[in-house]
């Protein structure tokens, strides 16, 4: 297929999570910025992905417009995976984590969703065949940091059908007080965001392990000391992380070093839907579970459920356990009873709403 434009966009959609505010990250929180992709090829033809952008949209945009849109615009491109790896070489100056990596995952997504409209195939179909029709989804709460909050919301989850959550706690206290409302037939995972130094992990591994912990995500910084991570594993509870390492080589080495019992590549972040592939036969390889971090309602959220539909090591799909102010896509429409419809249309699969597109659209 010979491309003929790239386009990004910028959307900001507000959305609401019943809290006060706590955040994770460096500044409050309230906002899905979506660095959508369009690419459009020699016969009118769109394929849509999105580059993770949550505070960092316009260096993003900018990755994809100055230096990435030049490699694929006017170009033939037969194999999107070696497209992929040829890029990543000639990118590789710019760094290999970050905006580059953010970039690359948006076009690399837009140019499969292309692909498989082409071919009248559903992603997972072009991807190697998938024969789930749904897959698990778990409620992620966002860090609430006050104990009266979260449980209620565990039992909201619970109430709308969902089988399984993760909460943002970093408090285990507040992790308890979660447990002890949903009792102990609920799976339930904490994602700590690498708050925790390894003493402290150590300490309060026996207490998780009480509360039944299904997985503690991302104890620790750096998230990529991998010997660190190695050494809280056979402790009682699961460790997981991989939402902040890029490409497959370095979730090699993490899976080379056996540093968690389950990995969580961002398809958003690691290099596309091609890095992702990649990372999934690691994973086989070294039996390790694959758990998709997905906390996003575009492209990214639906490239994620085809990828997990040919990958019998994703158990479950994340979903980010919001209200927002406009939907790209009818999301909701996909969930039933706590597990999430993989799209069988063409490409992702299910059509953006331009109207909510060009509402929340930056001009």
């Known amino acids: 297929m010979k491309i003929a434009s790239i386009k990004t966009f910028v959307v900001e959609i507000p959305f609401h999570d019943g809290g006060k505010a ?130 209620k919301v565990c039992e909201r989850a619970l109430s709308e059908g969902f089988k399984h959550i993760k909460l943002h706690e970093n408090v285990v206290g507040e992790v308890a007080q979660c447990r002890r409302a949903i009792g102990h037939d609920v799976p339930l995972a904490t994602d700590v965001n690498c708050s925790w130094s390894i003493n402290a992990t150590r300490e309060w591994l026996p207490t998780l392990a009480e509360l039944e912990l299904a997985w503690l995500e991302e104890p620790i910084f750096p998230p ?5 991570l190695a050494s809280l594993r056979g402790q009682g509870v699961s460790i997981s992380a991989g939402e902040n390492w890029c490409t497959a080589v370095q979730f090699e080495e993490a899976l080379r070093q056996g540093a968690v019992d389950s990995i969580q590549p961002s398809v958003t972040k690691v290099g596309g839907i091609s890095e992702c592939m990649r990372i999934a036969d690691l994973a086989a390889q070294y039996d390790t579970l694959v758990l998709p971090h997905s906390p996003y309602f575009g492209p990214g959220l639906l490239a994620s459920l085809h990828l997990a539909a040919v990958q019998p090591g994703v158990p479950l799909v994340e979903y980010h356990y919001v209200e927002t102010d406009g939907w790209l896509y009818d999301i909701k429409g996909l969930l039933h009873d706590g597990l999430m419809q993989v799209p069988t249309a063409a490409g992702l699969g299910l059509e953006m709403n331009m109207n909510v597109f060009e509402q929340f659209r930056r001009s």
């Open 22 to 151: 706590k955040t994770i990250t460096p500044m409050t929180w309230h906002t899905l910025e979506n660095v959508l992709v369009r690419v459009e090829d020699e016969r009118g033809n769109v394929g849509w992905g999105e580059a993770f952008g949550y505070f960092v949209a316009d260096s993003v945009k900018a990755m994809i417009d100055r230096l990435i849109t030049p490699l694929a615009v006017e170009q033939t491109i037969t194999d999107i995976a070696a497209w992929n790896l040829d890029t990543q070489v000639r990118l590789h100056i710019f760094g290999r984590y970050g905006v580059t990596m953010f970039g690359l995952s948006g076009v690399d997504m837009a140019l499969w969703d292309l692909q498989a409209k082409r071919e009248g195939l559903p992603l997972h179909r072009l991807l190697g065949g998938g024969t789930r029709a749904a897959i698990p989804a778990y409620a992620s709460l966002v860090r609430y940091g006050e104990g009266s909050i979260a449980p």
């Open 224 to 228: 990529e000391d991998f010997q660190a």
